[in-house]
Structures are given as C-alpha cells and as structure tokens.
C-alpha cells in the first residue's frame, strides 16, 4: 500500500496536512504507515519524524507504533520523543488490551534495549522513558493482576484457613453386655 519512500515523497509533495489527512480517512493507508513505522525501520522512522497526526486517533496509532519501534531501535525512537510525541505516552506501554505475560516482557525488552543507548544527547530521554517503563509496568500489572505487589503497597496475605471448631468428643457407650433372652 504505502512504502517509506512513497510516503515520505507524498509528504514532500502534499505536505504533512495532505498525509495526515489520508491516515486518518484510508484506513488501509493509516495502517501500513503505522505497520511501517512500528518495524522501527529507519525510513519509517523518518517518515514518523516528519509526520504530525490530525486527530487523536492517529495520536494514539501512532504512539503504539514508536512503542512497538522502542525495542527494534531505541536510539532512533529515543531520538523522536519530546513535544511531538510526549515520552510519557510512547514509553508508557500504550497497547490497548495486554494482559501480564505481555506488559512483563515487553518492559523487559525495551528496558534492555534502552539501556544500550549510550549517546550522551539522549541520556535524560532515555532515563525518563525508563521511569515511564517502570511506572506503567507497575500500574499496568496492578490493574490486571490487584495481587500485583506496588511498591510500598504490599498485597495482603491469602486469608489462612478457618478452623474449624472441635466437636464435643461423643461419649462412648460400652457395647450392651447383658443379654436379654
């Protein structure tokens, strides 16, 4: 549907407002463009850098793509965040419906990835995406799992099992030895 360089000539060509436009109205083309940029190809990523979403659909598809990009190239991504697109909404796990295996690994990786970012320009980028990685790990897990342990937050032990209270001993009645008969 749409490859980097197509995309990155029609912004050249239409401008952003042009591009924007068709995302938000060819649902096809909205989704390669965001298929393309979540690879975290470079191209992609230049056509993200270049980009300005209209609506806060496009907003969001597109925060969950630089997200998907996070692991594949952190420095790049790292490269992009700040007034355009918020580090708190990019590193902050933005996908929709994840469940604990998912939130666990994928702070895992992104994490690992962006701890090999050594450029010294995106040093404070990168520690504050990594707060926003903890912090929606930590949030994300409590609202999927309640027993999740927060910090300074312990969950509450499993309830111990309830006793339960002794019967009286019957008394025992010696067999009936007298015979009647």
Same mark, same amino acid.
């Given at each position: 549907?749409?490859s980097a360089e197509l995309v990155l000539s029609q912004?050249?060509? @239409?401008? #952003? %407002? !042009?591009?924007?436009?068709?995302?938000?109205?060819?649902? &096809?083309?909205? +989704?390669?463009?965001?298929?393309?940029?979540?690879?975290?190809?470079?191209?992609?990523l230049e056509v993200a850098s270049k980009f300005t979403?209209?609506?806060?659909?496009?907003?969001?598809?597109?925060?969950?793509?630089?997200?998907?990009?996070?692991?594949?190239?952190?420095?790049?991504?790292?490269?992009?965040?700040?007034?355009?697109?918020?580090?708190?909404?990019?590193?902050?796990?933005?996908?929709?419906?994840?469940?604990? @295996?998912? #939130? %666990? !690994?994928?702070?895992?990786?992104?994490?690992?990835?962006? &701890?090999?970012? +050594?450029?010294?320009?995106?040093?404070?980028?990168?520690?504050?995406?990594?707060?926003?990685?903890?912090?929606?790990?930590?949030?994300?897990?409590?609202?999927?799992?309640?027993?999740?342990?927060?910090?300074?937050?312990?969950?509450?032990?499993?309830?111990?099992?309830?006793?339960?209270?002794?019967?009286?001993?019957?008394?025992?009645?010696?067999?009936?030895?007298?015979?009647?008969?």
């Open positions: 549907m749409g912004i050249k060509l @239409g401008g #952003v %407002a !042009s591009v924007a436009k068709r995302v938000d109205s060819d649902e &096809s083309f909205g +989704r390669s463009v965001m298929n393309g940029i979540s690879t975290g190809d470079s191209l992609w979403p209209s609506s806060a659909t496009a907003e969001a598809s597109l925060s969950i793509a630089l997200a998907s990009a996070l692991p594949r190239s952190p420095a790049r991504v790292l490269a992009l965040l700040g007034d355009k697109y918020p580090i708190e909404e990019v590193c902050g796990i933005p996908f929709f419906h994840p469940d604990s @295996g998912l #939130v %666990a !690994s994928y702070h895992d990786t992104a994490v690992a990835a962006i &701890s090999q970012v +050594r450029d010294t320009l995106l040093t404070k980028t990168r520690d504050t995406c990594r707060a926003a990685l903890d912090t929606a790990r930590d949030e994300k897990l409590t609202r999927i799992n309640p027993a999740y342990v927060v910090k300074n937050k312990p969950a509450p032990p499993p309830p111990r099992p309830k006793k339960r209270p002794k019967k009286p001993a019957q008394p025992v009645t010696p067999p009936d030895t007298s015979s009647s008969g």
